[in-house]
T-cell receptor, first 109, second 116 residues
Framework: GQNIDQPTEMTATEGAIVQINCTYQTSGFNGLFWYQQHAGEAPTFLSYNVLDGLEEKGRFSSFLSRSKGYSYLLLKELQMKDSASYLCAIMDSNYQLIWGAGTKLIIKP | GAVVSQHPSRVICKSGTSVKIECRSLDFQATTMFWYRQFPKQSLMLMATSNEGSKATYEQGVEKDKFLINHASLTLSTLTVTSAHPEDSSFYIC????????????FGPGTRLLVL
Protein backbone atom coordinates (compact mmCIF):
# COMPACT_ATOMS: atom_id res chain seq x y z
CA GLY A 1 0.00 0.00 0.00
CA GLN A 2 0.90 3.64 -0.07
CA ASN A 3 1.95 5.32 3.10
CA ILE A 4 3.50 8.57 4.26
CA ASP A 5 4.62 9.07 7.84
CA GLN A 6 5.55 12.26 9.58
CA PRO A 7 5.42 13.18 13.27
CA THR A 8 2.13 14.55 14.48
CA GLU A 9 3.56 17.39 16.51
CA MET A 10 6.92 18.93 17.34
CA THR A 11 7.97 21.72 19.66
CA ALA A 12 11.04 23.91 19.25
CA THR A 13 12.48 27.12 20.64
CA GLU A 14 12.68 30.44 18.85
CA GLY A 15 16.09 30.85 17.22
CA ALA A 16 16.81 27.13 17.20
CA ILE A 17 16.84 24.53 14.40
CA VAL A 18 14.23 21.84 13.84
CA GLN A 19 14.12 18.90 11.44
CA ILE A 20 10.80 17.43 10.35
CA ASN A 21 11.08 13.95 8.89
CA CYS A 22 8.91 12.29 6.29
CA THR A 23 9.14 8.63 5.29
CA TYR A 24 7.15 7.15 2.47
CA GLN A 25 6.21 4.03 0.58
CA THR A 26 4.43 4.76 -2.67
CA SER A 27 3.76 3.22 -6.05
CA GLY A 28 6.23 5.18 -8.09
CA PHE A 29 7.74 8.55 -7.43
CA ASN A 30 7.51 11.80 -9.33
CA GLY A 31 8.66 14.18 -6.66
CA LEU A 32 8.16 15.18 -3.06
CA PHE A 33 6.63 18.44 -1.91
CA TRP A 34 6.79 20.27 1.38
CA TYR A 35 4.06 22.78 2.19
CA GLN A 36 3.52 25.11 5.11
CA GLN A 37 -0.02 25.68 6.25
CA HIS A 38 -1.22 28.19 8.80
CA ALA A 39 -4.62 27.53 10.31
CA GLY A 40 -7.44 28.62 8.05
CA GLU A 41 -5.17 29.34 5.10
CA ALA A 42 -4.20 27.51 1.92
CA PRO A 43 -0.89 25.66 2.00
CA THR A 44 2.19 27.55 0.84
CA PHE A 45 4.77 25.81 -1.30
CA LEU A 46 8.14 25.41 0.37
CA SER A 47 10.09 22.94 -1.73
CA TYR A 48 10.03 20.28 -4.42
CA ASN A 49 12.62 17.48 -4.53
CA VAL A 50 12.84 14.91 -7.26
CA LEU A 51 16.57 14.10 -7.10
CA ASP A 52 18.55 12.92 -4.09
CA GLY A 53 20.28 15.53 -2.05
CA LEU A 54 19.82 18.74 -0.15
CA GLU A 55 18.13 21.84 -1.52
CA GLU A 56 18.56 25.04 0.43
CA LYS A 57 16.31 28.06 0.30
CA GLY A 58 17.15 30.64 2.87
CA ARG A 59 16.21 29.42 6.32
CA PHE A 60 14.51 26.31 4.90
CA SER A 61 16.24 23.27 3.42
CA SER A 62 14.81 20.01 2.16
CA PHE A 63 16.59 16.70 1.78
CA LEU A 64 15.61 13.62 -0.21
CA SER A 65 16.86 10.05 -0.32
CA ARG A 66 14.82 8.07 -2.81
CA SER A 67 16.51 4.78 -1.99
CA LYS A 68 15.51 5.15 1.65
CA GLY A 69 12.09 6.66 0.99
CA TYR A 70 13.03 9.51 3.27
CA SER A 71 12.93 13.27 3.28
CA TYR A 72 13.35 15.96 5.85
CA LEU A 73 12.57 19.65 6.08
CA LEU A 74 15.11 21.64 8.06
CA LEU A 75 14.13 25.00 9.50
CA LYS A 76 16.86 27.24 10.88
CA GLU A 77 16.75 30.36 13.03
CA LEU A 78 13.19 29.61 13.99
CA GLN A 79 10.77 32.48 14.26
CA MET A 80 7.41 32.56 15.99
CA LYS A 81 5.71 32.90 12.60
CA ASP A 82 7.07 29.47 11.68
CA SER A 83 4.45 27.94 13.98
CA ALA A 84 2.30 26.08 11.47
CA SER A 85 1.56 22.67 10.06
CA TYR A 86 4.10 21.23 7.63
CA LEU A 87 2.78 18.84 5.02
CA CYS A 88 4.80 16.27 3.11
CA ALA A 89 3.24 15.08 -0.16
CA ILE A 90 4.43 12.61 -2.79
CA MET A 91 3.45 12.61 -6.43
CA ASP A 92 3.15 8.97 -7.42
CA SER A 93 3.56 7.23 -10.77
CA ASN A 94 0.05 8.30 -11.81
CA TYR A 95 0.82 11.89 -10.91
CA GLN A 96 -1.56 11.68 -7.98
CA LEU A 97 -0.67 13.44 -4.76
CA ILE A 98 -0.42 11.35 -1.62
CA TRP A 99 -0.51 13.50 1.46
CA GLY A 100 1.08 13.05 4.83
CA ALA A 101 -1.04 13.95 7.84
CA GLY A 102 1.07 16.98 8.54
CA THR A 103 3.33 17.93 11.43
CA LYS A 104 2.15 20.66 13.74
CA LEU A 105 5.18 22.74 14.73
CA ILE A 106 4.93 24.77 17.91
CA ILE A 107 7.54 27.46 18.48
CA LYS A 108 8.13 28.65 22.03
CA PRO A 109 9.88 31.89 23.00
CA GLY B 1 -7.46 8.34 9.45
CA ALA B 2 -9.88 10.44 7.48
CA VAL B 3 -9.79 10.05 3.73
CA VAL B 4 -10.83 12.38 0.96
CA SER B 5 -11.27 11.01 -2.54
CA GLN B 6 -11.59 12.67 -5.91
CA HIS B 7 -13.08 11.42 -9.14
CA PRO B 8 -11.96 11.26 -11.84
CA SER B 9 -8.23 11.13 -11.23
CA ARG B 10 -7.55 12.41 -14.71
CA VAL B 11 -9.66 13.67 -17.56
CA ILE B 12 -9.02 14.79 -21.11
CA CYS B 13 -11.70 16.82 -22.82
CA LYS B 14 -12.25 18.97 -25.85
CA SER B 15 -12.29 22.72 -25.65
CA GLY B 16 -15.79 24.02 -24.99
CA THR B 17 -17.04 21.04 -23.03
CA SER B 18 -17.80 20.93 -19.32
CA VAL B 19 -16.07 18.69 -16.82
CA LYS B 20 -17.33 17.71 -13.37
CA ILE B 21 -14.93 16.77 -10.59
CA GLU B 22 -16.19 15.12 -7.42
CA CYS B 23 -14.70 15.42 -3.95
CA ARG B 24 -15.89 13.03 -1.26
CA SER B 25 -15.10 12.71 2.41
CA LEU B 26 -15.15 8.97 2.99
CA ASP B 27 -15.44 8.55 6.73
CA PHE B 28 -16.38 11.93 8.09
CA GLN B 29 -18.83 14.70 7.35
CA ALA B 30 -17.60 17.98 5.98
CA THR B 31 -19.78 21.06 6.03
CA THR B 32 -16.93 22.87 4.32
CA MET B 33 -14.63 21.77 1.54
CA PHE B 34 -11.94 23.70 -0.26
CA TRP B 35 -11.02 23.64 -3.93
CA TYR B 36 -7.49 24.42 -5.07
CA ARG B 37 -5.64 24.63 -8.30
CA GLN B 38 -1.98 23.66 -8.42
CA PHE B 39 0.45 25.04 -10.93
CA PRO B 40 3.52 22.92 -11.71
CA LYS B 41 5.82 22.61 -8.71
CA GLN B 42 4.11 25.52 -7.02
CA SER B 43 1.68 26.37 -4.29
CA LEU B 44 -1.88 25.31 -4.15
CA MET B 45 -4.02 28.30 -5.09
CA LEU B 46 -7.28 28.42 -3.20
CA MET B 47 -10.13 28.84 -5.67
CA ALA B 48 -13.21 28.62 -3.50
CA THR B 49 -14.74 27.41 -0.29
CA SER B 50 -17.64 25.02 -0.73
CA ASN B 51 -20.35 25.27 1.93
CA GLU B 52 -22.96 22.58 2.43
CA GLY B 53 -26.42 24.00 1.96
CA SER B 54 -25.32 27.43 0.82
CA LYS B 55 -23.43 29.19 -1.94
CA ALA B 56 -19.74 28.74 -2.37
CA THR B 57 -17.35 31.54 -1.54
CA TYR B 58 -14.95 32.34 -4.36
CA GLU B 59 -11.50 33.86 -4.09
CA GLN B 60 -10.77 37.06 -5.91
CA GLY B 61 -10.14 36.51 -9.59
CA VAL B 62 -11.94 33.15 -9.77
CA GLU B 63 -14.97 33.22 -12.07
CA LYS B 64 -17.93 31.72 -10.25
CA ASP B 65 -19.86 31.19 -13.49
CA LYS B 66 -16.99 29.23 -14.95
CA PHE B 67 -16.16 27.13 -11.91
CA LEU B 68 -19.50 25.95 -10.57
CA ILE B 69 -19.45 24.44 -7.12
CA ASN B 70 -22.22 22.39 -5.58
CA HIS B 71 -21.99 21.02 -2.05
CA ALA B 72 -24.90 18.62 -2.28
CA SER B 73 -24.37 16.70 0.92
CA LEU B 74 -22.12 16.53 3.95
CA THR B 75 -19.79 14.16 2.11
CA LEU B 76 -19.80 15.44 -1.46
CA SER B 77 -18.75 18.61 -3.22
CA THR B 78 -18.50 18.95 -6.98
CA LEU B 79 -16.52 21.39 -9.10
CA THR B 80 -17.72 21.82 -12.69
CA VAL B 81 -15.40 23.55 -15.11
CA THR B 82 -17.77 24.95 -17.70
CA SER B 83 -16.80 25.61 -21.32
CA ALA B 84 -13.28 24.44 -20.59
CA HIS B 85 -10.37 25.96 -22.50
CA PRO B 86 -6.74 24.82 -22.76
CA GLU B 87 -5.71 27.40 -20.16
CA ASP B 88 -7.93 25.58 -17.65
CA SER B 89 -5.65 22.55 -17.92
CA SER B 90 -4.28 22.06 -14.44
CA PHE B 91 -4.28 19.93 -11.34
CA TYR B 92 -7.37 20.44 -9.17
CA ILE B 93 -7.29 19.41 -5.53
CA CYS B 94 -9.92 19.46 -2.82
CA UNK B 95 -9.57 19.33 0.91
CA UNK B 96 -11.89 19.02 3.88
CA UNK B 97 -11.29 20.01 7.48
CA UNK B 98 -12.03 17.65 10.30
CA UNK B 99 -11.69 17.51 14.03
CA UNK B 100 -13.59 19.17 16.82
CA UNK B 101 -12.24 22.59 15.87
CA UNK B 102 -11.74 21.84 12.18
CA UNK B 103 -8.02 21.98 12.85
CA UNK B 104 -6.94 19.18 10.51
CA UNK B 105 -7.07 19.40 6.74
CA UNK B 106 -7.41 16.22 4.68
CA PHE B 107 -6.46 16.55 1.05
CA GLY B 108 -7.69 14.63 -1.95
CA PRO B 109 -5.27 13.04 -4.42
CA GLY B 110 -6.06 15.57 -7.12
CA THR B 111 -7.63 15.53 -10.59
CA ARG B 112 -5.51 16.21 -13.61
CA LEU B 113 -7.45 18.06 -16.30
CA LEU B 114 -6.17 18.40 -19.84
CA VAL B 115 -8.24 20.45 -22.25
CA LEU B 116 -7.38 19.97 -25.91
Amino acid sequence: GQNIDQPTEMTATEGAIVQINCTYQTSGFNGLFWYQQHAGEAPTFLSYNVLDGLEEKGRFSSFLSRSKGYSYLLLKELQMKDSASYLCAIMDSNYQLIWGAGTKLIIKP
Amino acid sequence: GAVVSQHPSRVICKSGTSVKIECRSLDFQATTMFWYRQFPKQSLMLMATSNEGSKATYEQGVEKDKFLINHASLTLSTLTVTSAHPEDSSFYICSAPSGREQETQYFGPGTRLLVL
